[in-house]
Nanobody, 122 residues
Framework: QVQLVESGGGLVQAGGSLRLSCVCS???????????MGWFRQAPGKEREYVAS????????LYADSVKGRFTISRDNAKISVYLQMNSLQLEDTAVYYC????????????WGQGTQVTVSS
């Protein structure tokens, strides 16, 4: 069982920055750490889309083309948290952002947070 709680969303002007946090709790950390964490977002009227992910054990990261070079995903082992630093925010980044956990070897993300709203204004 994994529980995820996001925070850090808010209203920001275009070109600004925000840092999202996702605090994780798991019944068995060793099992949790074999998986990966991802950030996803869903804008009004659109399907949820992948943003970035990080393999917990290695720290290897992946990004969607739309955020590459602007967003950075990272994790903190001691705090069992994952972060999304978002720079040069654009209007189209407005969405509810979710963090999620995927077990090692699994294809799908099973555990999801409740989401945090990010609104970019002009």
């Amino acid at each position: 069982q994994v529980q995820l709680v996001e925070s850090g969303g808010g209203l920001v002007q275009a070109g600004g920055s925000l840092r999202l946090s996702c605090v994780c709790s798991a019944r068995t950390f060793s099992t949790f750490a074999m998986g990966s964490m991802g950030w996803f977002r869903q804008a009004p009227g659109k399907e949820r889309e992948y943003v970035a992910s990080i393999y917990w054990s290695t720290g290897d990261t992946l990004y969607a083309d739309s955020v590459k070079g602007r967003f950075t995903i990272s994790r903190d082992n001691a705090k069992i948290s994952v972060y999304l630093q978002m720079n040069s925010l654009q209007l189209e980044d407005t969405a509810v952002y979710y963090c999620a956990h995927r077990a090692g070897g699994a294809r799908e993300y099973k555990y999801w947070g409740q989401g945090t709203q990010v609104t970019v204004s002009s």
